[in-house]
């Protein structure tokens, strides 16, 4: 499973275990251009106001979204629960961006993130993201981990961003 | 095959392709400490040194091996051949280096780099080497590429380093 299908609509977050190789995909359409989802990818401001789930607060300690460039941020709850997370940019293009990510909860643990922008021409954009594990133990452990709320949380807050004019 | 064999030596690089996922392992053993090999790996000249066939020259364009650092650096063959690789710098411990590399002829292939240093208790040294790649046609590619050439040279000059008092 590398390909979508081109039938296909992803107005809610498609998340799937790749059949051959220790990797997650998500699939998921936007009302927006490829350099809107870029710049939320990229921007430092816009990036903390969407990343993770409503109910936790991203807050940036470092970030320089370009090739060679790395970043740092921390996810709280209201509670007091922080988690954070990590990595560095090694590709950079209005269209792909390739990045590593780690949740300092595991350290050791490195996913090799690629995040393509496709035009579908119609003022819509398919975003495209892989992560790929060093194992399928490892792949399935992040499946488990509830990630699907941050990233529903999420992709829904892009879409009120486009909606709202903010990106 | 993610585990190295207790009794066997690697005084020449064991080079071997996972079964389950699409990576590459090698194993190197050398006459020398974890901060050695470490110091090899991190420090721009030394690095610049071994890097490679006997037959190319290695020239480093852009160096910084910290956390969230990046490197690019040119395979120059005296006939004028000139090849490039780049990547960023994940994670830079004194046991443990994880990194991305791409080779600029296929700028879109990106593989995990995750380079460990276990002491061997008798003044020796286990390298173990992995890349991860997207898929498993990638990694045969590399595997195909005579990849082989490179990393028993680079070891070879690392051994001749280690005697000389190089490193």
Redesign the interface.
Known sequence: M?TASTDTRYDQAAILADE????IHIWRDFSGTPEQLFRAHTDRDLFARWIGPDSREAVID?W?AS????FRFLDRAEGGDEQAF??????VRPD?I?Q?F?WEGMP?G?A?E?LTFEDLGDGRTRLHA?S?C???EDRDAWLRSGMEVGVNDGYAEIDRMLADGSL
Chains 1, 2 share one sequence.
């Open positions: 590398s051959h190789v220790p990797m470092r320089d090739e060679g460039g790395s990590h990595g560095c940019f090694h590709t792909r390739v590593t780690t050791d490195v090799l690629t892989q790929l060093d194992s399928f």
